[in-house]
């Protein structure tokens, strides 16, 4: 009766290798059993499973793979080009300038192009230093280097930012600002570069009235772009690198470069659809002295 199952019996000779010993006795125990009880079909269906799970992990990673190559060839596309792209557009606006100096000497007609042209050379401006801020921000652990310092006045590195899109937009920028004399520890570069993005893109993709709110407390600093228009899509998708909207002749960069610096700035991006209204939040970071006497960021 015991051929049937995984034990057997023998006289007690050497108590070691008996399971159980009762009396003159010996109970042995053999795993041979488990393999008579797993079939063909059973390992056929295990090695199947196992052949299938490889294909699928193998066609993800060459999915990624592929992916991050796509993305490389992009970056050095764009790196070439935004590096080419540098000497010309400084000849143009030399000659953009000199000619600007004799418009008075030019007929309507050719004031028009001229101003047209202008307008051209100025966007292919803005293009290139999109494209080196994205490349900027791809370097280093952090996406995005970012060097603080305290600001006593605001006011007058906002109004830097709006006049210049006025001028270049020919348009009027509804402004208000509460509590700018405040001071406020910030990157002014970066910051600049993120007002400048936000209203631009209002300017290019948003519909009537552009409105700029910005309010300074101790700790944050609230700015808000908003237009009269509607965004169908996410915030997830318009800060994709290369996202364009329909209407786009851009490189698809600005959203996503600002919301780098946001994140590592340790702040808050929010769209509001319709109407259209970003809303960014950056924390006040300020240096203090810790008792090693290193600076810390607090």
Same mark, same amino acid.
Request: glycine share 4%.
């Given at each position: 009766?015991?051929?049937?199952?995984?034990?057997?019996?023998?006289?007690?000779?050497?108590?070691?290798?008996?399971?159980?010993?009762?009396?003159?006795?010996?109970?042995?125990?053999?795993?041979?059993?488990?393999?008579?009880?797993?079939?063909?079909?059973?390992?056929?269906?295990?090695?199947?499973?196992?052949?299938?799970?490889?294909?699928?992990?193998?066609?993800?990673?060459?999915?990624?793979?592929?992916?991050?190559?796509?993305?490389?060839?992009?970056?050095?596309?764009?790196?070439?080009?935004?590096?080419?792209?540098?000497?010309?557009?400084?000849?143009?606006?030399?000659?953009?300038?000199?000619?600007?100096?004799?418009?008075?000497?030019?007929?309507?007609?050719?004031?028009?192009?001229?101003?047209?042209?202008?307008?051209?050379?100025?966007?292919?401006?803005?293009?290139?230093?999109?494209?080196?801020?994205?490349?900027?921000?791809?370097?280093?652990?952090?996406?995005?280097?970012?060097?603080?310092?305290?600001?006593?006045?605001?006011?007058?590195?906002?109004?830097?930012?709006?006049?210049? *899109?006025?001028?270049?937009?020919?348009?009027?920028? !509804? %402004?208000?600002?509460?509590? $700018?004399?405040?001071? /406020? @520890?910030?990157?002014?570069?970066?910051?600049?570069?993120?007002?400048?993005?936000?209203?631009?893109?209002?300017?290019?993709?948003?519909?009537?009235?552009?409105?700029?709110?910005?309010?300074?407390?101790?700790?944050?600093?609230? *700015?808000?772009?908003?237009?009269?228009?509607?965004? !169908? %899509?996410?915030?997830?998708? $318009?800060?994709?690198? /290369? @996202?364009?909207?329909?209407?786009?002749?851009?490189?698809?960069?600005?959203?996503?470069?600002?919301?780098?610096?946001?994140?590592?700035?340790?702040?808050?991006?929010?769209?509001?659809?319709?109407?259209?209204?970003?809303?960014?939040?950056?924390?006040?970071?300020?240096?203090?002295?810790?008792?090693?006497?290193?600076?810390?960021?607090?």
């Amino acid at each position: 009766f015991l051929e049937k199952t995984p034990y057997s019996i023998s006289p007690k000779l050497d108590k070691h290798s008996c399971l159980i010993i009762d009396g003159p006795i010996c109970w042995h125990y053999s795993a041979k059993h488990l393999f008579n009880m797993v079939s063909t079909n059973t390992i056929v269906s295990f090695l199947g499973v196992l052949f299938i799970f490889i294909m699928i992990m193998w066609i993800l990673f060459s999915k990624i793979k592929e992916d991050k190559l796509e993305d490389m060839k992009r970056k050095m596309a764009l790196q070439v080009l935004s590096h080419e792209f540098r000497t010309p557009v400084a000849s143009l606006l030399l000659m953009v300038d000199k000619i600007g100096k004799r418009m008075d000497a030019l007929d309507e007609q050719t004031q028009e192009d001229f101003l047209r042209m202008s307008s051209e050379v100025y966007r292919l401006q803005r293009l290139t230093e999109k494209s080196k801020h994205y490349l900027q921000s791809q370097r280093g652990k952090k996406l995005v280097s970012l060097n603080f310092e305290q600001v006593d006045y605001l006011e007058d590195i906002v109004e830097d930012v709006l006049t210049a *899109l006025e001028n270049t937009y020919n348009v009027h920028l !509804k %402004r208000h600002f509460t509590h $700018l004399d405040k001071q /406020f @520890s910030l990157d002014v570069y970066w910051f600049q570069i993120v007002l400048k993005n936000l209203v631009e893109n209002a300017l290019v993709h948003g519909k009537g009235q552009v409105y700029v709110n910005i309010s300074v407390s101790f700790d944050n600093l609230h *700015l808000a772009v908003s237009d009269e228009g509607e965004v !169908k %899509r996410s915030l997830k998708d $318009l800060t994709t690198e /290369f @996202s364009k909207g329909n209407k786009s002749s851009g490189s698809g960069l600005g959203l996503s470069i600002i919301h780098k610096v946001i994140k590592d700035w340790g702040g808050k991006l929010e769209l509001q659809k319709k109407p259209t209204r970003f809303t960014v939040k950056l924390p006040n970071i300020y240096k203090s002295e810790d008792s090693n006497g290193k600076d810390s960021l607090n």
